[in-house]
């Protein structure tokens, strides 16, 4: 094969290759959707689709799905490169770093547009999701922090009702643990622990958000009480690690007292762990009653050319009867009120224990934290979490953990604001 | 044209012809030169001045930018802890890397013995390398579990300590843990890299030598290592550049954790980016980091001779 | 025999070494057949109630087959495009040519460029080029690597002058005496070559998730997502699948141990 051929053949192929398998459709009714691990549920969002359609004929909706940590930097690389999908589903707090930053489209208008829409949601959740007071984003689906107990492990640490104080947990742990056995996990991303702190009168931040406010007396024993329990084996290490596989693995592996996670847990650990039933999990409230919610919202990309078709699409996904096939198709509540019900009074009779564990999804929505509003609340997770971490893993004392988050904790503030 | 006119022309002939083969041989190289150049120039050095501007700049994806001149470089010299205990887990990483290459080495001088079924161990050590980091770091980030991880189990069934050895939530151990994986998973490339090294060492020289008396030091100080030096080099450097391949390894193992005792530049530029949508900073930290590389590249090169180690032929 | 008696250490240390390489993958595997908790204490040794559905459960999770192709036809273009871009820079390098010490610079300071520093200029570079979601567009950025510049350049570098100087003053172009002289004997470099690139390539993740967009052209590594599930236990299938991403690269290195023993051989045989 001489050179000529070699050249022109290369240059041939190079061509195939390079042709895009996907070619950017030149209707003006293409929707794109990012959604946040939930590859799963590829049937149930066939079907929305589908019967979105139905009523909207001619338009094209592009499903894209990655996992949490992936999620950001797909959809940034996107945004960058002016390409955006229409919807995205984000987790938790990341929400109000586009939104703050201008990525994501303000539907307080549509929303006041569309009222029969806007009365869906529990007033509550729908709040997560408000900057400035303005709209964001809609309830895709719901989670917050709760209780699991091994009721096993209760029963033999001769306690018989849950606990629903710091002080009461921290003890009933410290009963728990022995050998190989835990009193407490907890998970950690997110701000999911911080239940402990606001259920003893700990706030993050000033109201006005510019200063921090947690290094008080009080926070100080909340932090050590905390390393104590590390340090004694009442609170498992895994707690700390900040990771969901692993807290809710080893919960299920049935050593552990009690897990401070959020409603998803439960299902992780119903798969790992086969002592679990209504006999021998229980659900409780957080301490205090407080709670974090860690919850997923819908939301328009400000880029997208189709903006009143994807708040159709998002209108379609959070109806009645759509919120309740993904219940069924999920076990979690999605912030219908109405469809929510529905639910959870279908669940109580099919399957007690899950109509329990998302019931405490439901109650106590007022009593909510670990969910602040800020542009910046990643890099506030970054300054304060390690502190914790060195103080938890008896690294520093309490106090000066305290002193240097705080520093920390300020100083983003000042550069930020 | 006649022999003697050709004769008369030669003279004035040969100093052109000369010129034009050495421009000839000049352009082939820099063709043979070309491909790689061009996707370095696109997918290497183009980013790279993407960040060396953008370190100079204020920017978020939805907004334009802004001149903010030396205000990341203050920040992360002056005030940023975070960068600096990155810094320092970076050096500890890099510094590790000639651990791994001794045993590689050592490993490559077994294998390449004349025993049997080197066959077999040359792949089951190699065997590491082609799973995928993500894979790597959820097996061994098991392995080290404090309760109940099987290095743990093996040492307490054998007794050799009281309680379970806390490696990956110890400020102090975490970060060797890594270093332990990461060397687990690069055995079998260092390996392969010396094993290639060591053949193009030839036969005579050690026989000369043994001749005139080398024992087996000797042959292999003055010898061996003298003609590895351009594998061990490109060794070294591929440790070096471990202090970011490992990225998957670090973010599955620890996250950074705990505290920010396995925090490595890599994440933590992947982090200001990706989660703290910070890109101009992380702009920042990038080039230093990048110019600490080259400084320890060029270090290291001196070290072993310049010419990337390469030994001169004759 | 005493070549027996002198071989024993070696074999021992080997063995020893094996089985710290080995003791991690037989976890993988165990897990891939039983699916048990991993944070059960005392782990098991031996797995129970073993059977291999994980691994139907892979091919059903996600579409195993239309990743794979993908995966095989990136990889393929990757691996072509490393051994001839390599070679050529490769023996470029072994020319003193003025810049080389430039050029020689510049291939070490790219290496140094972390990827997770590069991804938003890569993908605008890609979009400019036309190339987003498609198969060249996957390949291009590993299509040269400098770490196998390298290898290549030290194996030509061995090959002795007076061979080279005998192909010229045959009369031989550059084109020649890199393909039918230097290639042959670098043989090992090649095998390397192809070993790396593929596996590099095979395992790619960021990129591919970056550059991809419709489900078509998704490489393998990117149906690790769904095993690492939100809501299901998905430990033994996400074993099944890590073995069998691994297995190709396997393969290939078992394929190209062939080229290896050969180089061994040929090593010792050169004058």
Redesign the interface.
């Known amino acids: 094969m001489d050179r000529r051929t070699m050249l022109k053949g290369g240059l041939a192929l190079s061509g195939v290759l390079a042709m895009p398998a996907y070619l950017r459709a030149q209707s003006a009714k293409k929707l794109s959707i990012l959604t946040w691990n939930i590859a799963d549920q590829e049937a149930y969002f066939n079907e929305v689709f589908a019967d979105f359609k139905k009523s909207n004929p001619g338009v094209e909706i592009e499903w894209l799905d990655k996992k949490g940590?992936e999620v950001?930097?797909f959809y940034?690389t996107q945004?960058?490169a002016g390409t955006p999908p229409d919807i995205i589903n984000t987790q938790g707090a990341l929400w109000v770093?586009y939104a703050a930053?201008?990525?994501l489209m303000d539907i307080t208008s549509m929303l006041k547009g569309n009222a029969e829409v806007a009365k869906r949601f529990n007033a509550d959740y729908l709040a997560n999701w408000t900057l400035d007071g303005k709209n964001f984003m809609l309830p895709f689906y719901i989670t917050k922090t709760l209780l699991f107990y091994n009721k096993n492990l209760f029963k033999e640490a001769g306690i018989t009702a849950p606990p629903t104080t710091f002080a009461g947990i921290m003890d009933a742990a410290d009963k728990i643990a022995k050998g190989?056995r835990t009193g407490l996990l907890t998970l950690n991303f997110d701000w999911l622990y911080w239940p402990f702190f606001k259920s003893e009168g700990v706030d993050l931040l000033t109201p006005d958000g510019k200063k921090a406010a947690f290094n008080t007396p009080k926070a100080a024993e909340v932090l050590a009480r905390l390393a104590k329990g590390t340090d004694s084996g009442a609170i498992?290490?895994?707690s700390?690690?900040?990771?969901w596989v692993?807290p809710n693995g080893?919960f299920a592996?049935g050593t552990v007292g009690m897990h401070h996670a959020h409603s998803p847990a439960f299902f992780f650990m119903k798969g790992q762990g086969p002592w679990i039933n209504a006999d021998t999990l229980g659900v409780a409230q957080g301490p205090g009653g407080w709670s974090t919610p860690n919850s997923h919202g819908l939301g328009i990309s400000?880029g997208s050319k189709n903006p009143e078709l994807a708040f159709a699409l998002l209108a379609h996904m959070t109806s009645d009867r759509w919120t309740q096939e993904f219940t069924k198709r999920r076990n979690v509540l999605t912030g219908n009120t109405a469809s929510d019900q529905a639910s959870l009074a279908r669940l109580r009779g099919e399957e007690p224990l899950t109509a329990a564990v998302l019931q405490t999804q439901l109650e106590n929505t007022d009593k909510m934290t670990g969910n602040w509003p800020l542009p910046?609340d990643?890099?506030l997770k970054?300054a304060f979490y390690?502190?914790l971490?060195?103080a938890v893993?008896g690294?520093k004392d309490a106090k000066t953990a305290l002193n240097d988050a705080e520093r920390?904790v300020n100083?983003l503030l000042s550069?930020r604001a | 044209m006649t022999a003697l006119a050709a004769a008369v022309d030669a003279p004035q002939a040969r100093p052109r012809l000369f010129a034009r083969k050495r421009v000839r041989?000049?352009v082939?190289?820099?063709c043979?030169?070309l491909?790689?150049?061009l996707?370095?120039g696109?997918?290497?050095?183009?980013?790279?001045a993407?960040?060396v501007v953008l370190s100079f700049q204020e920017w978020?994806?939805?907004?334009p930018a802004t001149w903010a001149g030396l205000y990341h470089y203050e920040?992360m010299f002056f005030?940023d802890?975070?960068f600096w205990t990155a810094l320092w887990n970076t050096l500890l990483y890099i510094g590790s890397a000639p651990i791994g290459i001794a045993i590689a080495l050592g490993?490559a001088l077994?294998?390449?013995?004349d025993?049997?079924g080197r066959?077999v161990?040359?792949?089951?050590?190699?065997?590491?390398?082609?799973?995928?980091?993500?894979?790597?770091g959820?097996?061994?980030r098991?392995?080290f579990?404090?309760?109940?991880g099987?290095i743990n189990?093996v040492a307490r069934s054998l007794n050799l300590v009281d309680s379970p050895i806390?490696f990956?939530?110890?400020?102090d151990w975490a970060l060797p843990s890594i270093i332990a994986a990461n060397i687990?998973q690069m055995?079998?490339?260092y390996m392969?890299?010396l094993?290639?090294?060591?053949?193009?060492?030839?036969?005579?020289l050690y026989e000369a030598a043994s001749i005139d008396g080398a024992d087996a030091r000797r042959r292999f100080w003055r010898i061996t290592v003298p003609l590895l030096k351009?594998?061990l080099f490109?060794c070294f450097?591929?440790g070096m550049?471990n202090s970011?391949t490992s990225?998957?390894l670090v973010?599955v193992m620890?996250?950074g954790?705990?505290?920010?005792a396995t925090e490595l530049l890599?994440t933590y530029?992947?982090?200001l980016?990706?989660?703290?949508?910070?890109?101009d900073y992380?702009?920042a930290v990038?080039v230093v980091?990048?110019a600490l590389?080259?400084a320890i590249?060029w270090a290291a090169?001196r070290l072993s001779g310049g010419?990337?180690g390469?030994?001169e032929?004759? | 025999m005493t070549r027996a008696r002198h071989?024993l250490p070696?074999?021992l240390?080997?063995i020893l070494?094996?089985l710290?390489?080995?003791?991690?993958?037989y976890?993988?595997m165990k897990t891939s057949v039983s699916g048990e908790n991993?944070?059960?204490?005392?782990?098991n040794i031996v797995p129970r109630d073993p059977h291999p559905f994980f691994y139907v459960d892979v091919w059903y999770y996600i579409p195993f087959a239309r990743y794979f192709l993908n995966s095989v036809i990136v990889s393929a273009i990757t691996v072509a495009?490393n051994v001839?871009?390599?070679a050529?820079?490769g023996?470029?390098?072994t020319?003193g040519?003025?810049g080389k010490g430039v050029?020689?610079m510049?291939?070490?300071?790219?290496?140094?460029?972390?990827?997770?520093?590069?991804?938003?200029?890569?993908y605008l570079?890609t979009g400019r080029l036309g190339l987003l979601d498609s198969y060249l567009g996957l390949a291009?950025?590993q299509?040269?690597t400098?770490?196998c510049?390298?290898?290549f350049?030290?194996?030509f570098?061995?090959v002795?002058?007076s061979l080279i100087d005998a192909a010229k003053i045959d009369g031989l172009s550059?084109?020649r005496i890199?393909w039918r002289i230097m290639m042959p004997l670098a043989k090992?470099?090649i095998a390397?070559n192809v070993?790396?690139a593929f596996?590099w390539s095979?395992?790619n993740?960021l990129w591919p998730l970056i550059v991809t967009r419709s489900p078509d052209m998704q490489t393998l590594?990117l149906g690790?997502a769904r095993f690492l599930a939100y809501q299901e236990d998905t430990t033994g299938a996400?074993y099944a699948f890590?073995i069998m991403?691994?297995a190709p690269?396997?393969l290939l290195?078992?394929l190209a141990?062939k080229e290896?023993?050969q180089?061994?051989t040929?090593?010792?045989?050169?004058?």
């Not at chain 1, 700390?240 to 990771?243: A, D, I, L």
């Not at chain 2, 978020?60 to 907004?63: D, G, V, W």
């Not at chain 2, 077994?110 to 013995?113: A, F, W, Y």
């Open positions: 940590p950001p930097v940034q945004l960058v770093e930053n201008g990525a190989e498992n290490k895994t700390w690690t900040g990771r692993e080893a592996a400000k910046f990643a890099a970054d390690p502190e971490q060195n893993l690294r920390q100083r550069r | 041989q000049a082939l190289i820099w043979f030169l491909p790689s150049l996707i370095f696109l997918y290497r050095i183009m980013p790279l993407w960040n978020s994806p939805t907004r920040e005030y802890e975070v490993l077994l294998v390449n013995s025993i049997r066959d161990y040359r792949t089951i050590i190699f065997i590491s390398y082609p799973l995928m980091t993500v894979a790597v959820v097996i061994w098991w392995m579990d404090e309760r109940v099987l189990y806390p990956l939530n110890s400020f687990w055995l079998g490339f392969i890299i094993l290639t090294g060591l053949q193009n060492i030839p036969q005579n351009p594998s490109l450097v591929i550049l970011f990225f998957d973010y620890t996250g954790g705990p505290g920010r890599v530029v992947y982090k980016g990706f989660v703290q949508t910070k890109f992380a702009a990038t980091f990048f590389l080259i590249a090169n010419n990337a390469a030994v032929s004759d | 071989h070696i074999h240390v080997l070494v094996s710290v390489m080995l003791v991690p993958f976890w993988v991993i944070f059960n204490y005392p782990p495009g001839v871009f390599n050529m820079a023996y470029a390098l020319r040519f003025m050029v020689l510049l291939f070490l300071s790219c290496m140094m460029v972390p990827f997770q520093a590069t991804i938003i200029p890569a570079i291009l950025p299509m040269s400098i770490v510049i390298f290898v350049k030290a194996s570098d061995a002795p002058r550059e084109w890199v090992a470099a390397t070993i790396l596996i095979w395992n993740f590594p690790l996400l890590c991403v691994l690269g396997i290195f078992l141990q290896f023993i180089g061994l040929s090593g010792a045989t050169k004058g």
